[in-house]
C-alpha cells in the first residue's frame, strides 16, 4: 500500500512555534508507488515537471494555479512527494512563509486534468493556529466550481465538487479510503490508473475538527470529491461569423450531432447528440434546453458508446448506402480496420428502416440502432459491424452506393 493520508496541519513544533502544535499523519506501509510520468497533459503539450526528479526529492513548482470561485481563493500548486516517514510531503515554514498559501498536488497520483485521480493537500492553519489556505475547504458544496489553471497557456480545467465527507484519523487508514483520497495505482504501489468512468477526478484534502494536543494532530481529515465538468458548451456561428452562446451547460456529448428533421417529433429542428459513456441519446433546442431523446440500450463507456449519427433521407432506395468511417487505433481493445463500412440500401429496407429515422451506432463494434419519433420515440437494433471496428464521425447516406466498401452486419427485423 501507498502513502497514508497526509497531514496538511500546521507543525510548530518543526518551525519554531509552540511545541504541542505539530502534526501527526497516520504511518504509512512500505510500499513506494511509482510517481506520475511528467507526461504531456491536458492541460499543455508539455510536462509539468522534470521527469527525472525523483519522488523522493523535495517539492518542485508547476505551472498550476488551484481556484476556487465561490471561497474566492487562488493558489499556487506545489509538486510534492513523499517524506522519509513514506508520507505524503506537506511543506512548512514559518509564520510569514508564503507556503501557508499554497496548496500541494502529490506527484505519485494523477496529472490534474487525466482521466484518473489526482491528490492535492492544503493547511487548515499555520504555525500559530491562524486560518491557512484551505480554512474554509469545508464550505464548498455539491455543484461549486474547482478550477485547475495553467499558468504557461491560460487554459482552465473546470470540476465540480460531488461531495464533502469527513474522516477520524483510524478510517484514513483504511485502504477503501486511501483508495478515494489517492486512487487504487498508488494505493497498490502502482501508477495512476484510469477512472472507471472516465472522468478526471481531483481529490481536495486537509484537516478538521478537534485539535487533541497529546496526540499532536486534529483528530479528522476533510475530503472533498471533485470530478470534471461533463457540461458541453453549445454556439451557434451565422453565416456573417457572429458567434452566439445557446448554452454552457448542456450533457456531455460529443461524435457526430446532427440537426432533426421536420419529422422527427417534437425534437423537430433540435441539435441531437449522442453521449457515449451513458449510451443516451440527447436533443438541445434553440433556446439551450436539453432534453432525452432515447436510451440507445447499447453497450457504453469511453471508446465503446454510441458515436455516430445519421438521419435516414427521402428517397431512400436499394441503390442507396450509408457509411460510416473505421479508424485504426493500434492497441484499443477495438483496434479498427482503416476502412469505410457499409450498410446498403436494400440492408436498411430490409430491416425496415423508414426515412426520417436517426441512425445510431457505437464507436466500439459499430452495434447499430434506429430512432424513429413521432408521439414517442423506438429504438430497434439493426446492425452490428465487425467487433474490431472502432466507429468515429458521421453516418453519410449517398443515392448510390460505392464498390469497395467493407459492410456492416446487418439484422434482420
Known amino acids: ?135 474554509r475547504l469545508k464550505d464548498l458544496r455539491p455543484g461549486d466550481t474547482v478550477v485547475v489553471h495553467d499558468t504557461r497557456t491560460n487554459v482552465d480545467l473546470v470540476f465540480l465538487v460531488t461531495r464533502s465527507v469527513t474522516y477520524t484519523l483510524k478510517q484514513t487508514s483504511d485502504p477503501a479510503v486511501l483508495a478515494q483520497i489517492y486512487g487504487t495505482g498508488p494505493v497498490n504501489g502502482q501508477s495512476p490508473e484510469p477512472s472507471a468512468d472516465g472522468v478526471a477526478h481531483l481529490t481536495l484534502i486537509t484537516c478538521i475538527g478537534n485539535w487533541i494536543r497529546t496526540a499532536g494532530t ?81 453497450p457504453h463507456g469511453g471508446d465503446i458508446g454510441v458515436e455516430s449519427e445519421g438521419f435516414v433521407p427521402a428517397g431512400l432506395s436499394r441503390r442507396s448506402a450509408a457509411y460510416i468511417a473505421d479508424r485504426s487505433v493500434p492497441g484499443n481493445p477495438h483496434p479498427g480496420t482503416d476502412s469505410v463500412l457499409e450498410l446498403t440500401g436494400a440492408d436498411l429496407l430490409r430491416a425496415e428502416v423508414q426515412p426520417g429515422e436517426l441512425i445510431v451506432a457505437t464507436e466500439g463494434g459499430a452495434e447499430t440502432v434506429t430512432v424513429g419519433c413521432r408521439q414517442t420515440c423506438r429504438v430497434r437494433h439493426i446492425a452490428a459491424g465487425p467487433t474490431a471496428t472502432h466507429a468515429e464521425g458521421h453516418i453519410v447516406f449517398v443515392p448510390i452506393a460505392f464498390p469497395y466498401a467493407r459492410r456492416w452486419a446487418p439484422q434482420q427485423p
Open 1 to 135: 500500500m501507498a502513502a497514508a493520508l497526509l497531514s496538511a496541519c500546521a507543525n510548530a513544533q518543526a518551525s519554531g512555534g509552540p511545541p504541542a502544535r505539530h502534526s501527526s499523519p497516520v504511518p504509512a506501509t512500505s510500499t513506494q508507488p511509482r510517481p506520475a510520468q511528467a507526461t504531456e497533459s491536458l492541460l499543455a503539450p508539455t510536462p509539468l515537471f522534470d521527469p527525472s526528479i525523483d519522488l523522493r526529492a523535495g517539492p518542485v513548482a508547476v505551472p498550476l494555479e488551484l481556484r476556487l470561485p465561490s471561497l474566492h481563493i487562488t493558489a499556487p500548486v506545489l509538486g510534492v512527494g513523499l517524506t522519509p516517514k513514506n508520507v505524503m510531503d506537506t511543506p512548512m515554514g514559518s509564520p510569514s512563509d508564503p507556503v501557508w498559501r499554497k496548496v500541494f498536488w502529490y506527484r505519485g497520483s494523477g496529472i490534474p486534468g487525466e482521466a484518473t485521480t489526482s491528490t492535492i493537500a492544503g493547511h487548515v492553519d499555520d504555525v500559530l493556529g491562524r486560518p491557512a489556505i484551505f480554512a
Open 218 to 298: 486534529f483528530d479528522h481529515r476533510l475530503l472533498v470529491s471533485v470530478a470534471a465538468d461533463r457540461a458541453t458548451s453549445i454556439l451557434s456561428i451565422d453565416c456573417r461569423g457572429a458567434v452566439r452562446t445557446l448554452t454552457r451547460r448542456a450533457p456531455r456529448v460529443e461524435g457526430g450531432i446532427v440537426v432533426a428533421p421536420s419529422s422527427f417529433g417534437t425534437f423537430a429542428g433540435d441539435l441531437i447528440a449522442p453521449d457515449e459513456i451513458s449510451g443516451t441519446i440527447y436533443a438541445v433546442g434553440p433556446s439551450g434546453t436539453a432534453r432525452i431523446v432515447a436510451r440507445s440500450g447499447l
